[in-house]
């Protein structure tokens, strides 16, 4: 017989949901120790999927609390879960991963993910077979709760999934996947892809059958309307660019036309997976042969994109402003104590070590320490100028000039940034302009923006070997002078630009 809840102990479980999003800490606490007295009932597990599939009644984020409580709980300890409470929630997981909220199919998704991590993908043969049948609905919340899960599964098991164990289920995955490219639908498009994609990388066998299909189906897609769609597009041609060049050299001047539309995106997210392509571009030895005919184009748009976009001058609002009457808080002035990658990663999990702070040794804003499209355009320039040396210059120079003396500071602040990205690959052409160049750096080491100030510290040490090579009055003697006064900068971000 099915297993039903007893009432009293749903009610008592709904209040706890209830009370675990409550704000007041000692709420928090009383409910953290009446999980643990529940976790001691085997069944607690059963109430808790119950509310999330069944308990259509209560509000959407009690649901998915429960089940995400339920997460958990498999996390720690599934393997002690009696087989009638693990089937019970399998079951459930399948009978209602098309629930109308697209909050509840998500938990519902991460939960068999979660199950399925736990060596469960063997134990519940099934779980596969089903989900890719399910993709056949002609329901929508079906189709796509499904392909939600199946994403996540691809995300946390791609290498079994490609293994003799599960008895290859991609060669039926892959083909299944690659249908579902033309679907109406852009979110179950978007799922395809992303799914396709955890596999590029490990040249799955399965894909590697398919591949021309799938090239010619992300051709398909190059101008789809969805951004999440045509972010997956880009990121699947920047991975194959890295392991199956060979296929896309044929195509490769309409890729590079397409990407180059794709870097100037309006969704930033596109136009930085977009920027990513110009990065592995730089590293293939045919970068030379087949970019050299596009860097006319590709350069203005790198150069654009080292701007600070709007966000990042909302997120760097005290530097904008200047924060010389802000007090240090405690985290800007405790000791650091700089260790190299290798000495702060631990030796078996090669996480970071949480108190440690790691010296990038970054360029300049650290403050924004997610990878964007400033940052990555600074990179392909800087990898591209090593590629291409001084051939880059004749792209550059004209458009230097209009930047380093523009009178809008977010201009003047990103041509500083060019400047410094070329340093290393363009330094030999760059020694005739030095003599008028490292003056006009020095001076911004004064501007009125703590922005500007911290970039010029940043890329005149780019240039510092040239500077020490010159008679130390011309350069050495005023660049030393300001610096030192930037130590004592009221910006904390321009002391910490100086001293570097």
Same mark, same amino acid.
């Given at each position: 017989?099915?297993?039903?809840?007893?009432?009293?102990?749903?009610?008592?479980?709904?209040?706890?949901?209830?009370?675990?999003?409550?704000?007041?800490?000692?709420?928090?606490?009383?409910?953290?120790?009446?999980?643990?007295?529940?976790?001691?009932?085997?069944?607690?597990?059963?109430?808790?999927?119950?509310?999330?599939?069944?308990?259509k009644?209560?509000?959407?984020?009690?649901?998915?609390?429960?089940?995400?409580?339920?997460?958990?709980?498999?996390?720690?300890?599934?393997?002690?879960?009696?087989?009638?409470?693990?089937?019970?929630?399998?079951?459930?997981?399948?009978?209602?991963?098309?629930?109308?909220s697209?909050?509840?199919?998500?938990?519902?998704?991460?939960?068999?993910?979660?199950?399925?991590?736990?060596?469960?993908?063997?134990?519940?043969?099934?779980?596969?077979?089903?989900?890719?049948?399910?993709?056949?609905?002609?329901?929508?919340?079906?189709?796509?709760?499904?392909?939600?899960? %199946?994403?996540?599964?691809?995300?946390?098991?791609?290498e079994?999934?490609?293994?003799?164990?599960?008895?290859?289920?991609?060669?039926?995955?892959?083909?299944k996947?690659?249908?579902?490219?033309?679907?109406?639908?852009?979110?179950?498009?978007?799922?395809a892809?992303?799914?396709v994609?955890?596999?590029?990388?490990?040249?799955?066998?399965?894909?590697?059958?398919?591949?021309?299909?799938?090239?010619?189906?992300?051709?398909?897609?190059?101008?789809?309307?969805?951004?999440?769609?045509?972010?997956?597009?880009?990121?699947?041609?920047?991975?194959?660019?890295?392991?199956?060049?060979?296929?896309?050299?044929?195509?490769?001047?309409?890729?590079?036309?397409?990407?180059?539309? *794709?870097?100037?995106?309006?969704?930033?997210?596109?136009?930085?997976?977009?920027?990513?392509?110009?990065?592995?571009?730089?590293?293939?030895?045919?970068?030379?042969?087949?970019l050299?005919?596009?860097?006319?184009?590709?350069?203005?748009?790198?150069?654009?994109?080292?701007?600070?976009?709007?966000?990042?001058?909302?997120?760097?609002?005290?530097?904008?402003?200047?924060?010389?009457?802000v007090?240090?808080?405690?985290?800007?002035?405790?000791?650091?104590?700089?260790k190299?990658?290798? !000495?702060?990663?631990?030796?078996?999990?090669?996480?970071?070590?949480?108190?440690?702070?790691?010296?990038?040794?970054?360029?300049?804003?650290d403050?924004?320490?997610?990878?964007?499209?400033?940052?990555?355009?600074?990179?392909?320039?800087?990898?591209?100028?090593?590629?291409? *040396?001084?051939?880059? %210059?004749?792209?550059? %120079?004209?458009? %230097?000039?209009?930047?380093?003396?523009?009178?809008?500071?977010?201009?003047?602040?990103?041509?500083?940034?060019?400047?410094?990205?070329?340093?290393?690959?363009?330094?030999?052409?760059?020694?005739?302009?030095?003599?008028?160049?490292?003056?006009?750096?020095?001076?911004?080491?004064c501007?009125?923006?703590?922005?500007?100030?911290?970039?010029?510290?940043?890329?005149?040490?780019?240039?510092?070997?040239?500077? !020490?090579?010159?008679?130390?009055?011309?350069?050495?003697?005023?660049?030393?002078?300001?610096?030192?006064?930037?130590?004592?900068?009221?910006?904390?971000?321009?002391?910490?630009?100086?001293?570097?």
């Amino acid at each position: 017989m099915e297993w039903q809840p007893d009432e009293q102990g749903l009610q008592q479980v709904l209040q706890l949901l209830k009370d675990s999003q409550s704000p007041n800490t000692v709420t928090q606490r009383a409910v953290q120790q009446k999980l643990e007295q529940l976790n001691q009932f085997p069944d607690f597990n059963n109430y808790l999927i119950f509310v999330l599939t069944r308990l259509k009644t209560e509000d959407e984020p009690t649901r998915s609390l429960s089940g995400l409580i339920l997460k958990n709980n498999v996390k720690a300890h599934y393997q002690n879960f009696p087989p009638a409470v693990a089937d019970f929630i399998k079951k459930e997981c399948l009978n209602s991963i098309g629930d109308p909220s697209p909050l509840i199919r998500a938990t519902i998704g991460i939960l068999i993910t979660t199950i399925a991590s736990k060596g469960e993908l063997q134990a519940w043969p099934e779980l596969l077979p089903q989900l890719c049948n399910l993709l056949n609905s002609e329901d929508y919340n079906t189709c796509e709760g499904s392909f939600g899960a %199946l994403q996540k599964i691809c995300e946390d098991s791609s290498e079994l999934l490609d293994s003799d164990v599960l008895n290859r289920p991609l060669n039926i995955m892959i083909p299944k996947f690659l249908q579902f490219f033309k679907h109406c639908s852009p979110k179950i498009r978007s799922h395809a892809i992303a799914c396709v994609n955890q596999f590029i990388i490990g040249r799955a066998q399965a894909l590697m059958d398919n591949i021309d299909t799938f090239i010619e189906s992300l051709f398909a897609l190059a101008a789809d309307e969805d951004c999440e769609v045509r972010k997956n597009v880009c990121r699947a041609l920047v991975m194959l660019l890295e392991v199956r060049v060979d296929r896309l050299i044929p195509h490769m001047h309409s890729i590079i036309q397409y990407m180059l539309q *794709r870097t100037q995106d309006p969704d930033e997210n596109v136009a930085l997976e977009a920027c990513e392509f110009w990065l592995t571009l730089a590293e293939q030895p045919i970068c030379k042969e087949v970019l050299s005919g596009h860097l006319v184009q590709l350069i203005p748009i790198l150069v654009n994109g080292m701007k600070y976009s709007e966000i990042d001058i909302i997120l760097l609002k005290g530097d904008v402003e200047e924060d010389e009457a802000v007090p240090d808080s405690e985290q800007d002035i405790k000791p650091r104590f700089h260790k190299s990658r290798t !000495v702060t990663l631990q030796h078996e999990g090669g996480e970071a070590e949480e108190d440690e702070d790691i010296d990038d040794d970054d360029d300049d804003d650290d403050t924004l320490s997610d990878w964007n499209l400033r940052k990555c355009s600074a990179a392909a320039l800087d990898v591209l100028a090593n590629v291409f *040396r001084d051939e880059l %210059l004749p792209h550059l %120079l004209p458009l %230097l000039k209009g930047l380093l003396f523009h009178p809008d500071w977010v201009v003047k602040e990103s041509g500083i940034l060019v400047l410094g990205a070329i340093a290393e690959g363009c330094m030999q052409g760059m020694v005739p302009y030095l003599p008028e160049l490292i003056p006009h750096l020095i001076q911004c080491l004064c501007d009125k923006k703590a922005l500007v100030r911290s970039i010029a510290c940043w890329t005149l040490s780019r240039y510092a070997h040239w500077v !020490v090579s010159q008679p130390p009055d011309s350069y050495l003697k005023p660049l030393m002078t300001e610096l030192l006064k930037r130590i004592l900068d009221g910006n904390k971000r321009v002391q910490e630009a100086a001293c570097r």
